[in-house]
């Protein structure tokens, strides 16, 4: 079983810092904030910016005292104008297949997971979100269930890889043997409904001076917003993932209601024109496994010719199962041989093995802990009398 370590309690009596904090900044960013704040002169703004990256990003100080190669009483008028504090960690919680899931409280009510996943990718990956809650309504996933709270900014992006950084004790930045070497925008939201702040969040990201992720190990998945992924490809360089699911529209239109607005060919079309796509940059196809639903040998003779001529992959994701659904996990058998029919017609098509499903953590689980009944809550229930309502985790 998996173990929960819950520090709601001692995060709680720390006050929530009212100065800006300048860890989420982009480069331009942090040039005006400094030159705002009247902190520092106009002339030596980039300069000092500079300096004050590496250490934020490259060394993951959360203290001015550390920035040892800035003058001790600049330090000290930083300190007093700015913040580097990390969000709150309100729960942290690791799977027994070494999953690890963090709940973090970026603002009151503003609350996402993230979950990092070891020996994914090249090390290990970092599904990160891009909003508190979803507008998509995908009937299979559970962050669908939670209605649409606000979008996240690119700081609060940025926190979510720090936190995980900060847990793996992985500062300063290594070159070689990390063990975050990927980011995966497959949490909580649509990515391309908050475009800005995740293409600001990517840049801050894949910074070659900070936390140095390449934009090659950095995949943005959407459930198909066409009208943005041009955008996408030309601002972030990321690669693409598609939420797709099923291969006709009147199956899609109920899986992942907004094919209703942007149907499979609309969506076949914008996924041809991606900016950079090629063999060396295939578009990853997300595919869940869905028992009766989505599983037939004949959906995946559809698959193929839907991917004709789309430097492609496809991965199939048994489906973790979450409390409501009515949904079922295709059998394994099914799922092999789903697979066998892509391999022999030219596609990679890995089975993604489920990770994190005792903590909640796996694809399509997340939600945020405010739609939750706390831990605390849970075990008051049973100290108390007092009936509480059932939690939806």
């Keep these: 079983m998996g173990f929960t370590l819950d520090l709601s309690r001692a995060a709680s009596v720390a006050a929530a810092p009212t100065k800006p904090n300048l860890c989420g900044l982009t480069r331009k960013g942090l040039v005006e904030a400094l030159i705002a704040a009247d902190v520092v002169p106009a002339p030596k703004a980039r300069m000092r910016a500079n300096q004050m990256w590496r250490w934020i990003h490259h060394y993951g100080v959360t203290d001015f005292e550390a920035m040892t190669d800035i003058a001790k009483e600049t330090r000290a008028v930083l300190a007093q104008a700015f913040s580097l504090t990390r969000p709150e960690i309100v729960e942290r919680q690791v799977s027994k297949d070494g999953t690890r899931k963090w709940l973090i409280r970026m603002a009151p009510g503003i609350e996402v997971e993230t979950v990092y996943i070891p020996d994914v990718g090249r090390a290990g990956a970092l599904c990160v979100s891009s909003q508190v809650g979803c507008t998509l309504n995908c009937t299979f996933c559970h962050t669908g269930t939670q209605a649409l709270v606000r979008n996240l900014t690119a700081a609060e992006i940025v926190a979510q890889v720090q936190v995980a950084r900060d847990d793996l004790d992985e500062w300063p930045s290594p070159k070689e043997d990390r063990r975050l070497s990927n980011i995966v925008f497959m949490g909580m939201g649509e990515p391309l409904y908050n475009l800005d702040n995740v293409a600001d969040a990517i840049d801050i990201i894949s910074d070659g001076e900070g936390i140095a992720i390449s934009r090659r190990r950095i995949t943005v998945s959407t459930s198909g917003v066409v009208p943005e992924?041009?955008?996408?490809?030309?601002?972030?360089?990321?690669?693409?993932?598609?939420?797709?699911?099923?291969?006709?529209?009147p199956l899609r239109d109920v899986l992942v209601p907004l094919n209703k607005k942007y149907p499979i060919e609309q969506l076949m079309a914008g996924i041809r024109a991606y900016p950079g796509l090629s063999n060396a940059r295939r578009v990853t196809f997300e595919y869940v496994m869905l028992k009766g639903v989505n599983d037939s040998p004949a959906e995946a003779l559809a698959l193929v010719k839907l991917m004709k001529?789309?430097?492609?992959?496809?991965?199939?994701?048994?489906?973790?199962?979450w409390p409501g659904t009515d949904y079922v996990c295709s059998d394994w058998g099914a799922i092999e041989k789903f697979a066998a029919i892509l391999n022999r017609a030219g596609f990679a098509s890995p089975i993604r093995t489920p990770r994190g499903r005792d903590i909640l953590a796996a694809c399509g689980q997340l939600k945020s802990e405010s739609e939750k009944v706390r831990a605390s809550a849970r075990r008051k229930a049973v100290a108390e009398p007092e009936v509480l309502d059932s939690p939806a985790a």
Excluded: W, Y
């Design 229 to 249: 992924l041009e955008a996408l490809g030309n601002r972030t360089q990321a690669m693409l993932a598609i939420s797709l699911h099923a291969t006709n529209d």
């Design 309 to 321: 001529g789309v430097p492609a992959k496809i991965n199939l994701i048994p489906f973790n199962p």
